[in-house]
């Protein structure tokens, strides 16, 4: 929710207003639809002074040139006073690593179809990648859930924590993640969010190359670790 972040002054829309725009207002208006599935939308071409617009357009290719004003825009809100006390503990780290792991509703047939669930393989893989480049990493796993991870993450070879955030607040692992100095994340736009907010400007992200698990996407920045 942008509630979390409260220099971004918004309105979002309700179900009940998103279905008048879409039954009421829309067939009344001239507009042009385009689906953003296979390729970017070019947003300079748009020339209205109404448009409706909808998909993730999570490229950074619609963004990037205004990164630094985004990053001062997305500043999250005061945190609960246990994880004031956790940041300082991941800054602390001379290598703080998060790690990601998306489970939940990815665990539902239909979506697992659709996005793909990443396998311990990958983590592995991502965190061979990570001590390539770096010494003893201090890994921070972050969850929906916590159990699993505490159960098949023994692969690692360092110091790990797994965090198990009891707030209600979902914006404030976002918060903790970004503030590790370098991400392993998930096929999810939680946590990529989290590795594009880090401003660690030697950060090390580590993605899936495939986001989804039949389209290719621009999805994952160039510079980022792709496995």
């Not at 994340?185 to 660690?200: G, P, V």
């Not at 039949?214 to 792709?226: G, L, Q, R, S, V």
């Amino acid at each position: 929710s942008l509630s979390a972040f409260p220099n971004i002054k918004c309105s979002s829309a309700g179900k009940l207003l998103k279905y008048i725009v879409k039954n009421a207002i829309l067939p009344q208006s001239k507009y042009i639809y385009q689906s953003e599935k296979n390729e970017r939308v070019n947003f300079e071409d748009f020339k209205f002074s109404f448009a409706y617009l909808e998909g993730y357009f999570q490229s950074e290719n619609y963004f990037k040139k205004i990164r630094q004003q985004l990053l001062l825009d997305f500043q999250f809100s005061n945190l609960s006073v246990n994880n004031q006390k956790f940041i300082a503990h991941i800054q602390s780290q001379v290598n703080s690593v998060s790690i990601h792991v998306r489970r939940g509703d990815y665990l539902k047939p239909y979506v697992e179809a659709f996005h793909g669930l990443l396998n311990l393989e990958y983590y592995r893989t991502a965190t061979k990648e990570i001590e390539k480049r770096i010494n003893n990493p201090h890994y921070y796993i972050f969850s929906d859930d916590p159990e699993w991870c505490k159960n098949n993450f023994s692969f690692l070879s360092t110091s790990h924590t797994i965090v198990s955030n009891q707030t209600s607040k979902d914006w404030e692992d976002m918060c903790l993640m970004s503030n590790c100095k370098h991400n392993i994340i998930a096929n999810s736009s939680y946590s990529w969010w989290a590795a594009w907010l880090n401003q660690n400007h030697n950060k090390l992200i580590v993605a899936p190359k495939r986001w989804f698990t039949a389209t290719k996407t621009d999805i994952i920045p160039n510079e980022w670790i792709k496995i």
